[in-house]
């Protein structure tokens, strides 16, 4: 049997009440970094264009009466811009970009109630993530799994939300494998492309479920099939991930939420770095500074003289630098003013990275690092972050996650009523609360010009 026809089946399982509960968290991770990434100079353009798509019943981030198609687009383009959004390990994707707007979009456009979006982002997050963990280390070097899977996760949601039968599920994922795409060559350049990567995730999988729900056929052998996804794409998979443990958890359960704005694979540095720090490690007394990490994050992030916010997002040297100056990150420890500062610039010039044991054998299973400092006395500290804050082996709470989204929302020039009430419609979405309330909210536009969110 088909891979895609194994997987529709499986995501026709039952959503628990705490399952819905744990969705309804991913939509407040996502509001929170969309609506802030909405001020920032991409998010403004992507809106532009969005404008032009359609008009409709669906909310945009800060902009009421879009089509389904372009907030599927908008939404999914701006939560992803600050490198806070949520993210699954082992795949080593981020779904909630990706799969939050689609659902949130079909959703709106057909009036669906909060129940059937909250199962709708579940079974995106499982078809991502499965997908996503199947494509192994060979496509992930040369593709943004966001982007290649996140289609297969939009059209999951859409087809959860518009409750197509097992035949067009299947349909809409097979026509959404047909759309993937997204090279990492966004990361060697200062562009924007990355926030077109789950922009056109999203779009793409919504409009494969909505043509599947008119009867557009598409193959359900896109994955394993002669000149499929994993043929074109995949020089190691593991297509008997797609269908793996069918009746474990729901694999959002496994998604981990990201407390600081920098990528994934700089967090574990981050967090030991903080560690030295509450160890009373004063900066201008450190000498050199050595990180040991796994592979993945040196191919990313092993970028010693950042020049723009993205590059210090994907920056080693800089995330270690900024956090034993100042402590935990803020937006603005990776901002222009913050690249340049002289005391930062030193203590980059002082970092040396490297990959080494235990940390390349537990990757991804692990996101882990080790950061060590030798001061000017000679004397040598060293703290060690075996899993990155927020993943489920080291866990955030609710307060942390709502004092992130409110962080985020306040950045973005919203009142303080405002962020308030944008947390409170997401969190009441398994409750009593009405996608109308939650839509109203994220529509909102901000109190007060603010500077944009560079990137």
Same mark, same amino acid.
């Given at each position: 049997?088909?891979?895609?026809?194994?997987?529709?089946?499986?995501?026709?399982?039952?959503?628990?009440?705490?399952?819905?509960?744990?969705?309804?968290?991913?939509?407040?991770?996502?509001?929170?970094?969309?609506?802030?990434?909405?001020?920032?100079?991409?998010?403004?353009?992507?809106?532009?264009?969005?404008?032009?798509?359609?008009?409709?019943?669906?909310?945009?981030?800060?902009?009421?009466?879009?089509? =389904?198609?372009?907030?599927? +687009?908008?939404?999914?383009?701006?939560?992803?811009?600050?490198?806070?959004?949520?993210?699954?390990?082992?795949?080593?994707?981020?779904?909630?970009?990706?799969?939050?707007?689609?659902?949130?979009?079909?959703?709106?456009?057909?009036?669906?109630?909060?129940?059937?979006?909250?199962?709708?982002?579940?079974?995106?997050?499982?078809?991502?993530?499965?997908?996503? =963990?199947?494509?192994?280390?060979?496509?992930?070097?040369?593709?943004?799994?966001?982007?290649?899977?996140?289609?297969?996760?939009?059209?999951?949601?859409?087809?959860?939300?518009?409750?197509?039968?097992?035949?067009?599920?299947?349909?809409?994922?097979? @026509?959404?494998?047909?759309?993937?795409?997204?090279?990492?060559?966004?990361?060697?350049?200062?562009?924007?492309?990355?926030?077109?990567?789950?922009?056109?995730?999203?779009?793409?999988?919504?409009?494969?479920?909505?043509?599947?729900?008119?009867?557009?056929?598409? &193959?359900?052998?896109?994955?394993?099939?002669?000149?499929?996804?994993?043929?074109?794409?995949?020089?190691?998979?593991?297509?008997?991930?797609?269908?793996?443990?069918?009746?474990?958890?729901?694999?959002?359960?496994?998604?981990? +939420?990201? &407390?600081?704005?920098?990528?994934?694979?700089?967090?574990?540095?981050?967090?030991?770095?903080?560690?030295?720090?509450?160890?009373?490690?004063?900066?201008?007394?450190?000498?050199?500074?050595?990180?040991?990490?796994?592979?993945?994050?040196?191919?990313?992030?092993?970028?010693?003289?950042?020049?723009?916010?993205?590059?210090?997002?994907?920056?080693?040297?800089?995330?270690?630098?900024?956090?034993?100056?100042?402590? &935990?990150?803020?937006?603005?420890?990776?901002?222009?003013?913050?690249?340049?500062?002289?005391?930062?610039?030193?203590?980059?010039?002082?970092?040396?990275? =490297?990959?080494?044991?235990?940390?390349?054998?537990?990757?991804?299973?692990?996101?882990?690092?080790?950061?060590?400092?030798?001061?000017? @006395?000679?004397?040598?500290?060293?703290?060690?972050?075996?899993?990155?804050?927020?993943? &489920?082996?080291?866990?955030?709470?609710?307060?942390?996650?709502?004092?992130?989204?409110?962080?985020?929302?306040?950045?973005?020039?919203?009142?303080?009523?405002?962020?308030?009430?944008?947390?409170?419609?997401?969190?009441?979405?398994?409750?009593?609360?009405?996608?109308?309330?939650?839509?109203? =909210?994220?529509?909102?536009?901000?109190?007060?010009?603010?500077?944009?969110?560079?990137?």
């Amino acid at each position: 049997m088909p891979l895609l026809r194994r997987l529709a089946t499986l995501l026709a399982r039952p959503v628990s009440p705490s399952d819905r509960q744990r969705a309804a968290l991913h939509v407040l991770d996502w509001a929170g970094c969309a609506v802030a990434g909405a001020a920032s100079p991409a998010g403004r353009l992507l809106a532009e264009h969005a404008a032009r798509i359609g008009t409709g019943p669906c909310a945009g981030v800060g902009r009421p009466g879009l089509s =389904a198609s372009a907030a599927a +687009f908008f939404n999914g383009g701006v939560g992803n811009v600050l490198e806070m959004d949520d993210i699954h390990r082992t795949s080593i994707l981020h779904p909630g970009p990706v799969v939050v707007p689609a659902a949130l979009a079909e959703a709106m456009a057909t009036g669906a109630p909060p129940a059937r979006l909250l199962d709708a982002v579940a079974r995106g997050y499982e078809a991502m993530i499965r997908i996503g =963990a199947s494509v192994g280390p060979g496509h992930y070097a040369l593709w943004h799994n966001t982007s290649t899977c996140g289609p297969f996760g939009a059209a999951a949601a859409a087809a959860a939300v518009l409750e197509l039968d097992e035949e067009a599920t299947v349909w809409a994922l097979g @026509n959404a494998g047909a759309q993937a795409s997204g090279p990492w060559r966004c990361r060697h350049e200062p562009v924007m492309t990355k926030q077109l990567h789950t922009a056109r995730a999203a779009q793409s999988g919504l409009q494969a479920a909505e043509l599947a729900a008119l009867g557009f056929t598409g &193959p359900a052998g896109m994955l394993e099939g002669a000149q499929g996804f994993y043929a074109a794409m995949c020089p190691d998979p593991r297509p008997e991930v797609v269908t793996a443990e069918p009746d474990g958890p729901w694999r959002m359960w496994d998604v981990g +939420f990201k &407390p600081w704005p920098a990528c994934r694979h700089a967090h574990p540095t981050i967090d030991a770095a903080l560690a030295l720090r509450r160890r009373g490690v004063a900066a201008d007394a450190v000498r050199s500074i050595a990180v040991r990490t796994y592979d993945d994050a040196l191919r990313f992030c092993d970028r010693p003289e950042p020049a723009t916010v993205i590059q210090a997002k994907f920056s080693l040297q800089h995330s270690v630098a900024v956090v034993l100056l100042d402590g &935990p990150p803020p937006l603005e420890a990776f901002e222009p003013p913050a690249i340049a500062r002289e005391d930062v610039a030193r203590l980059r010039a002082a970092t040396t990275v =490297a990959a080494g044991e235990p940390f390349v054998s537990a990757y991804p299973e692990r996101y882990g690092a080790e950061v060590s400092v030798t001061l000017a @006395n000679g004397e040598t500290l060293t703290e060690t972050a075996p899993d990155a804050l927020g993943d &489920p082996a080291n866990p955030v709470d609710i307060d942390r996650l709502t004092r992130k989204a409110r962080a985020l929302i306040l950045s973005a020039g919203h009142s303080d009523t405002a962020a308030d009430r944008l947390i409170e419609t997401a969190l009441a979405l398994p409750n009593a609360g009405t996608l109308a309330d939650f839509a109203a =909210a994220l529509a909102t536009p901000p109190a007060r010009p603010t500077k944009d969110t560079v990137q």
